[in-house]
C-alpha cells in the first residue's frame, strides 16, 4: 500500500472543500490532499440537471482567489437586469480550472479523485482498488457533511405503479430522443428543483396549460433584487437588510416577520392567495415568479405516497391521474437536516455554515480562522454553527446564530480584516465604499448595527 504524509486530509472536492483549501493554501504553508468519489472537483455539480443555475449572484460562489463569471449584467430572460448566475455546467468547469490553475500549481496539495475515504486514512482507489494510507498531521476534513441530495441520487420515497412514467429533471433536456411526445407534464415537488423544472417547460414552449405542479407547501421566496453585490443595488440590498433588522426586532411572531419582509419587498410568493410556511433560502426574480403564475393547475395535498395509472396518491387525498403524462420528481431536498455540531473538534474539522446561505463563505471562514487561531474553544467561539431553517420559526434561530456571528467578527480586527478583503464577501465592500458625506445611507448602516442587539433579544424571545 502507497503511503503519503499531508498536513490536511480534505474529504470532498465539492464547493465547500474546495473553498477551505483555497483559503488554506493562501493563508498558511500547510500541505493539503483532497480525495474525493467524482472524477473531476465540483462536487453534486457534476451530476447537477443541465438547465440548473445558481439563484444567487455568481459573485458570492466559489473560493476567493479565482472570480466566478464575468461580474456582469444579464440583459434578458426572467433575470433581465440583474447579476449573472453561472450555469451548473460553468460551475463545475470553474472548480476544474481552480483545481488545475491554483491548488495542483501550488505544489502543495495532492489530488486523488475517484477514491473513497474508509476512514483512519486510508483511502482506495475506485478504478484499480489500490489502497494508499495518508498519514495526517493536523486534520481530517470532512467537507462532506452537509452534501446536498440531489435528483441524480435519489430515491423516490413513494411507489410507482407499472405504466407510470416517473423521470428525475435532468432527463427533460433529452425528450428529443424519447419516440412519443408527453401530452401533460407532472411536477413533483415544492422547492426550487421543482421552480426551475417548471420555468424550463415554460421556456422551452410548453403550454401553462399542460403542466400540473403538485406542490406539498408553499415556500417564501428571497426576492433576487436584494441579493445584488452591485454598488448600484446599495438602496435595494441594504434597504432590505435594515427592514429585516426591523421585523426582527418589532416581529411578533414568525408570520408577522415574514409578512413585514413581503411588505419591504424581500420575500415573494408565487402565489399571493396562499401563506408560505417553508423556506430554504430560496431566491427568485420577479421575471420568474410571474412566469410561474402561470401554471394554475395546483394539487395541494400534501405529499405523494403512490402514484399508479389512474390516480396519484396523496396524504390529504388522491387526485385523478391525467392521459398520457410525465412525472417530473423534484422531491430531493438538498438540504436534509442534520443536526449542527462544533466545527473544530480536535483532530478533525467538520465546515457548517457560519453564514447562511453561503456555504463557500463559511467554508473560506473557516480555512482562516484555523490559519490564524488557536485552541478550539476560541475557534467555535468566532464560528458557530447556524442551523439551517426547514420553516418560519426555524427562520428565526438562524439569524439569532447568523446575527451574533457577524457582530463577533467585527469585533475581531485581524477576521474583519480579512472579511472585507474577501471576494465572497460582496456586501461588505458596497457598504464600506460608501461615501461618508452620504447621510442617508450613513444612517441605514448605522441604524443595522443599533438594532442588532433589540433584534436578538425579539428573535429569542419569539424562538424560547
Keep these: ?58 459573485a458570492f460562489y466559489g473560493v476567493n482567489s479565482l ?24 460551475v463545475s468547469g470553474y472548480f476544474d480550472k481552480v483545481m488545475r490553475q491554483t491548488l495542483l500549481p501550488s505544489g502543495r496539495v495532492t489530488y486523488l479523485p475517484m477514491s473513497d475515504h474508509r476512514g483512519e486514512g486510508r483511502v482506495v482507489s475506485l478504478m484499480s482498488g489500490e489502497g494508499t494510507q495518508v498519514a495526517v498531521r493536523r486534520k481530517v476534513v470532512d467537507a462532506t457533511y452537509s452534501s446536498p441530495v440531489i435528483p441524480a ?58 403542466i400540473q405542479w403538485v406542490k406539498p407547501r408553499e415556500s417564501w421566496l428571497i426576492n433576487r433584487t436584494c441579493t445584488q453585490p452591485g454598488a448600484e443595488f446599495f438602496d435595494n440590498v441594504f434597504g ?56 394554475t393547475n395546483v394539487v395541494r395535498k400534501g405529499r405523494v405516497t403512490a402514484i399508479t395509472p389512474d390516480a396519484i396518491q396523496l396524504e390529504q387525498g388522491a387526485e385523478p391521474a391525467l392521459a398520457n403524462a410525465l412525472y417530473i420528481d423534484c422531491t430531493a431536498s438538498a438540504v436534509e437536516p442534520r443536526s ?39 475557534k467555535n467561539a468566532l464560528c458557530r454553527t447556524v442551523p439551517f431553517p426547514h420553516d418560519l420559526k426555524g427562520f428565526l434561530a438562524t439569524n439569532i446564530v447568523n446575527i451574533m456571528n457577524q457582530g463577533t467578527w467585527f469585533t475581531d480586527e485581524k477576521l474583519g480584516a480579512w472579511i472585507r478583503r474577501s471576494r465572497l464577501d460582496g456586501f461588505g465592500k458596497i457598504a464600506a465604499a460608501v461615501d461618508r458625506s452620504d447621510a442617508a445611507r450613513i444612517a441605514i448602516l448605522q441604524e443595522m448595527r443599533q438594532t442588532g442587539p433589540a433584534a436578538v433579544a425579539n428573535l429569542m424571545r419569539l424562538t424560547a
Excluded at 26 to 41: G, L, M
Excluded at 179 to 198: H, N, Q, Y
Excluded at 340 to 366: E, H, N, T, W
Design 1 to 58: 500500500m502507497r503511503q503519503i504524509e499531508t498536513d490536511y486530509l480534505i474529504i470532498g472536492a465539492g464547493a465547500v472543500g474546495m473553498a477551505f483549501a483555497d483559503t488554506m493554501l493562501a493563508e498558511s504553508d500547510a500541505h493539503i490532499t483532497i480525495v474525493d468519489r467524482q472524477s473531476k472537483p465540483g462536487g453534486h455539480w457534476n451530476d447537477a440537471y443541465p438547465f440548473v443555475a445558481l439563484h444567487q449572484p455568481s
Design 67 to 90: 472570480s466566478l463569471g464575468e461580474n456582469r449584467k444579464d440583459t434578458h430572460g426572467a433575470n433581465a437586469g440583474l447579476y449573472e448566475l453561472a450555469s451548473g455546467a460553468e
Design 153 to 210: 441520487n435519489h430515491t423516490p420515497r413513494f411507489s410507482i405503479a407499472d405504466g407510470v412514467r416517473v423521470v428525475p429533471p435532468g432527463q427533460l433536456a433529452r425528450l428529443w430522443l424519447a419516440p412519443e411526445r408527453p401530452e401533460r407534464f407532472v411536477v413533483l415537488g415544492a422547492g426550487k428543483t421543482a421552480m426551475d423544472a417548471v420555468g424550463w417547460l415554460l421556456s422551452m414552449g410548453t403550454p401553462a396549460e399542460a
Design 240 to 295: 432590505s437588510q435594515l427592514a429585516q433588522m426591523r421585523a426582527f426586532a418589532q416581529g411578533t411572531s414568525p408570520e408577522d416577520i415574514f409578512a413585514r419582509l413581503e411588505e419591504a419587498g424581500m420575500m415573494l410568493r408565487i402565489d399571493p392567495s396562499v401563506t408560505p410556511t417553508m423556506f430554504h433560502y430560496a431566491t427568485i426574480s420577479q421575471g420568474e415568479v410571474a412566469a410561474l403564475r402561470q401554471v
Design 340 to 378: 449542527p455540531q462544533p466545527i473544530f473538534q480536535g483532530d478533525k474539522i467538520v465546515p457548517q455554515l457560519v453564514r447562511v446561505p453561503q456555504p463557500c463563505f463559511s467554508a473560506a471562514l473557516i480555512a482562516f480562522v484555523e490559519a490564524h487561531y488557536e485552541g478550539d474553544a476560541d
